[in-house]
């Protein structure tokens, strides 16, 4: 069956790092557009980044244009964010998801917590 399990959440003090990754399996990893969505406390998910099959043409939500950095790597089924100069309202739950068609969303991942704090 389908999974994704994503890794690399945490507390974080303001403008420091975080890499979150998100490890696929059950499906044919490389045929799929992958996202990441992000649900902060009390607001709606939000797509914060995407990428197609090939790594190609990136989309990133504008509050974290220049920030944030979606990747991956085929060969080992996995997905990449690679956040930096954190910000307090960067604070949410993060989901890995599959994309099978043009907006939708068929498979979530449990969510890794990203927490930006001093």
């Known amino acids: 069956q389908v999974q994704l399990v994503e890794s690399g959440g945490g507390l974080v003090q303001p403008g420091g790092s975080l890499r979150l990754s998100c490890v696929a399996s059950?499906?044919?990893?490389?045929?799929?557009?992958m996202n990441w969505y992000r649900q902060a406390p009390g607001k709606e998910r939000e797509l914060v980044a995407r990428?197609?099959?090939?790594?190609?043409?990136?989309y990133y939500t504008d509050s974290v244009k220049g920030r944030f950095t979606i990747s991956r790597d085929n060969a080992k089924n996995t997905i990449y964010l690679q956040m930096n100069s954190l910000k307090p309202e960067d604070t949410a739950l993060y989901y890995c998801v599959r994309e099978s068609s043009v907006g939708n969303y068929d498979y979530w991942g449990q969510g890794t917590q990203v927490t930006v704090s001093s």
């Open positions: 059950g499906f044919t990893f490389r045929y799929y557009v």
């Open positions: 990428i197609p099959p090939t790594g190609g043409s990136t």
